[in-house]
Nanobody
Framework: QVRVAESGGGLVQAGDSLRLSCAAS????????MGWFRQAPGKEREFVAA?????????YYEDSVKGRFTISRDNLKSTVYLQMNSLKPEDTAVYYC?????????????????WGQGTQVTVSS
């Protein structure tokens, strides 16, 4: 069983930055593919960013966040980060972190077996 917990959400203004953290435990962290997804009210959960297992040399982003968001991982701290810059009101959502034991760099929710409880990000205009 893998436990996943996000933190770092909050209320910010458009143009501000925020860094989300996601800690995972229960399995060697380097063996987990990690991803960030978000869900806005009335919408389905959508892919945001993913990072491959091991050294995290592969990263993937949804088009609307490319150039603004950066995903990274620290295997020693068993944590994956999502640095969000130039935030926009349309980035407002609950952000979820997913962990996968069988897919590295997955961009679909079904590729992740374990999820955190989510952290709210609200961007005001």
């Amino acid at each position: 069983q893998v436990r996943v917990a996000e933190s770092g959400g909050g209320l910010v203004q458009a143009g501000d930055s925020l860094r989300l953290s996601c800690a995972a435990s229960g399995r060697p962290f380097a063996s987990l593919g990690m991803g960030w997804f978000r869900q806005a009210p009335g919408k389905e959960r959508e892919f945001v960013a993913a990072i491959t297992w091991s050294d995290g040399s592969g990263t993937y982003y949804e088009d609307s966040v490319k150039g603004r968001f950066t995903i990274s991982r620290d295997n020693l701290k068993s944590t994956v980060y999502l640095q969000m810059n130039s935030l926009k009101p349309e980035d407002t959502a609950v952000y979820y972190c997913g962990a996968s034991t069988f897919r590295s760099g997955g961009q679909f929710a079904y590729e992740y077996e374990y999820w955190g409880q989510g952290t709210q990000v609200t961007v005001s205009s």
